[in-house]
């Protein structure tokens, strides 16, 4: 009876060393699996959203006054460009802009995508093209003084007119993809100012570019240099761009869960 038990506490004793060995040699095998289940419940669509419902919320971007629907289109955007490695893996910078709203409101807002984390909440200018407080009419065009919407990626520093100032290139072919030839770039400008909108009851109007207070500008250019995604959205029905594709940027964020589905079928 007791060689019995002594060879089943053997037998049990050699099974729990084989499954610890096991889990160390497979750290991520119970996540894995958890994360096809979780996949084969829900679209890569449907995880997406619920992933940047999560970023806008932590960051508290509501309360800060960027609406979901403009998030989402800036936030789809930032993963289709690093999907096709326009923006660097390790950049997790995204800034809004909402030209859809007052100058006398702050409508820039710079977000860690990675720490879901707002990290500048400012005003910044339109184009004197485009209207006086609110922007209505958008170009791409020399000489419009126009805003231009769409995504940008953010360039080098140099010292021009306005000291120092970060140039941008525009992706949107038609819409943006001018900016450099008309000069279109970060800088800081005295008419940005809470000053002037008690005067005004609006901010001062730029040549084009996303002009911001003298009192930041150095801040906002070093946290959102060298390759980091800029969106400026607006009213204008007729803006469209290959980087607002929701299911392309989806099947970057969660590949495992479109392949699963795929599988599935």
């Not at 030209?99 to 339109?126: F, G, P, Y």
Request: proline residues 1%; contains cysteine.
């Amino acid at each position: 009876m007791k060689r019995s038990v002594l060879w089943v506490t053997c037998i049990l004793l050699l099974l729990s060393v084989t499954i610890i060995s096991w889990k160390a040699e497979n750290p991520n095998k119970d996540y894995h699996t958890k994360s096809v289940i979780k996949a084969g419940k829900l679209s890569a669509r449907a995880l997406f959203a619920q992933y940047l419902t999560e970023i806008y919320n932590n960051a508290q971007l509501h309360a800060a006054g960027l609406d979901f629907e403009v998030f989402e289109k800036a936030a789809t955007g930032f993963f289709n460009l690093k999907s096709q490695n326009q923006v660097g893996q390790t950049r997790s910078i995204l800034t809004v802009v909402d030209l859809a709203k007052s100058s006398s409101t702050k409508r820039m807002w710079i977000i860690d995508m990675l720490d879901k984390e707002l990290l500048m909440h400012t005003w910044v200018a339109h184009g004197n093209g485009s209207g006086r407080d609110m922007a209505s009419y958008f170009s791409n065009q020399m000489d419009s003084h126009a805003s231009s919407l769409g995504f940008y990626i953010t360039e080098g520093i140099y010292q021009g007119k306005h000291g120092r100032s970060l140039k941008l290139e525009g992706l949107d072919a038609g819409f943006n993809d001018n900016a450099r030839a008309r000069s279109i770039v970060v800088h800081g400008a005295k008419y940005v100012s809470e000053g002037t909108i008690n005067a005004l009851g609006r901010l001062g109007l730029s040549e084009g570019c996303p002009a911001v207070s003298t009192q930041v500008v150095g801040k906002v250019i070093e946290t959102i240099k060298d390759g980091t995604v800029l969106f400026i959205n607006g009213n204008d029905n007729a803006y469209t761009s290959k980087y607002l594709d929701g299911e392309s940027a989806a099947n970057y964020v969660y590949p495992e869960s479109n392949a699963y589905e795929n599988a599935s079928l």
